[in-house]
C-alpha cells in the first residue's frame, strides 16, 4: 500500500477521532505528496525510497523548527511541532540506537578502509545510502567523526 493511501485513510481516522494534532501532521504529509508529485520534473508517482526521503525531509523541517521555538522560549508552538513529529515519524522505519549506529559505521569504516578523518567523504557515502531512513544524516556525521577520530572507540 503506498504512502499516500495510508495517510488518506488515517486522515479519515483522525477526523473521526477527533485528533487534532495528528490531523495537522497527516494533511501535511498528504500536502507534501501532492506537491512532490505534480512538481515539474515529477513522475506522478512516487517510489519507496522517494517517500522515505519526503518523511525524513518533513521531520527535519519540524526539528529545526522546534529548535528555534524553544531558543525562543515558544513552548505553544514546541509542543505542535514534538506532535507532528511523533505522528510522522510512524510512518518511517524505526530508528538505530547509538549502539547500532556506531556497529554500522565500524562495518562501514571497515569496508571502506578508512583509517583517517580525511577518508570522511568516503565512509559517509557508503554510510548514508546503507543508513538511509534509519539514522539521521547529521548523527552519522558526528559518529563518523568520532570513529575515524578515535580509532580504538
Known sequence: MSLETTVNEQIKAAMLA???AGLRALRA???AILLAKTSEGGSGGMSPEEEMRLLQRLVKQRRDSLEIFEKQG????????REEISVIERFLPKSLSEEELYAELRA???ETGASSPADMGRVMGVATKRLAGRADGQAISKAVKSLLANPGT
Not at 74 to 81: I, N, P, Q, T, Y
Open 18 to 20: 477527533r485528533d487534532e
Open 108 to 110: 562501514v569504516i571497515a
Open 74 to 81: 515558544r513552548e505553544d508552538l514546541a509542543v505542535k511541532e
Open 29 to 31: 504529509i498528504k500536502a
